[in-house]
């Protein structure tokens, strides 16, 4: 398990804005690990994500139990930052009846006809689950926030989307993550902080690899010379939308391993932190279970 207060680092305040730059996208905990070796480093990094499957498991099997709380997970990125991998990671150690994953893309002409919120709001996890937005409601804040011609019919004719209308989708998000936690949704919110260095790292890795080609988008690259509007675009939702009951997680994501370590723990830790138990089995049901019992093992 990552310390407490390590998560606690990577926890957004709620106090003033958010400034990216204060967080370090290639942090690797303490300097235990930068003495390693790379293949001690290696082995330790597999040790740890064994550790935490293995956690997270445990704690996703007793959700499922309870049947109160669903969990949602919402994760935002620059591109190739690790979401996918990370899913993969996550997913891995869980019960795939427990747990849903839905990637959310451009809108569709339908989508568009309704308000922003309707698309996600059918993908919500059911109580016993975790359910894992792969790019959110976030996004109509973000690429949205970037590219503003993407907004749609919902302002009128020629109007440009300003401050006030920004203000009141972060204002709308908040309302509807506190509308879900009240009904006993958790809600976490991981954003992969990869760095611009590394981001053209993994791209010339996807350009080499002929196995990695199908991953690049020339769009992708087009995104990229919005580095710093989409920095600007992300300081500001998560200054608006960190809140006690969805807070946000700026998590380092340059060392891949590091990252999906980061987020399976912290998924773990908030979902022990629920006052989860399995049912109670009553005295009459004791006595059912004893009746069975009694005639498998009578059984010829
Ligand atoms: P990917 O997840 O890399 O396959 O790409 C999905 C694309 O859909 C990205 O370019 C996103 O920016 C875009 N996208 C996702 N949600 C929205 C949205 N609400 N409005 C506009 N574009 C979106
Ligand atoms: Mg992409």
Redesign the pocket.
């Known amino acids: 398990m990552i310390r407490k207060d390590i998560i606690d680092l990577f926890r957004v305040s709620r106090d003033g804005k958010v400034r990216l730059k204060n967080f370090n996208p290639g942090w690797m905990q303490s300097e235990e690990f930068e003495e390693f070796g790379k293949d001690a480093l290696k082995e330790r990094a597999q040790q740890v994500l064994a550790q935490n499957l293995a956690d997270l498991a445990e704690a996703q099997n007793l959700l499922y139990a309870d049947d109160r709380y669903a969990v949602l997970i919402v994760l935002q990125a620059m ?2 930052a690790g979401k996918d991998g990370t899913i993969k990671h996550v997913m891995s150690g869980v019960n795939p009846q427990g747990c849903q994953v839905f990637s959310f893309k451009k809108p569709s002409a339908e989508d568009l006809d309704h308000n922003f919120l309707w698309r996600y709001m059918k993908c919500l996890p059911e109580r016993g689950r975790i359910g894992i937005f792969n790019r959110s409601y976030y996004e109509d804040v973000l690429v949205v926030k970037v590219h503003p011609e993407l907004v749609g019919r919902q302002l009128a004719r020629k109007k440009k989307p300003g401050k006030k209308f920004w203000g009141q989708r972060y204002e709308d998000i908040n309302a509807f993550e506190r509308h879900l936690a009240r009904n006993g949704t958790l809600i976490l919110k991981f954003f992969l902080n990869v760095s611009k260095a590394e981001q053209k790292a993994r791209f010339l890795e996807r350009l080499d690899r002929p196995e990695k080609n199908w ?1 690049f ?1 020339p ?2 690259l087009s995104e990229r010379d919005y580095w710093a509007d989409y920095m600007d675009a992300y300081e500001d939702a998560l200054s608006a939308t960190t809140t006690k009951w969805a807070p946000w997680y700026v998590i380092p994501a340059d060392h891949k391993w590091v990252a999906r370590a980061v987020v399976a723990d912290i998924i773990t830790t908030a979902i022990r932190g629920l006052d989860l138990r399995y049912p109670e089995v009553t005295e009459e049901q004791k006595k059912l279970l004893s009746v069975a019992r009694t005639k498998l093992e009578g059984e010829e």
């Open positions: 591109d190739a991953k988008s769009s992708d």
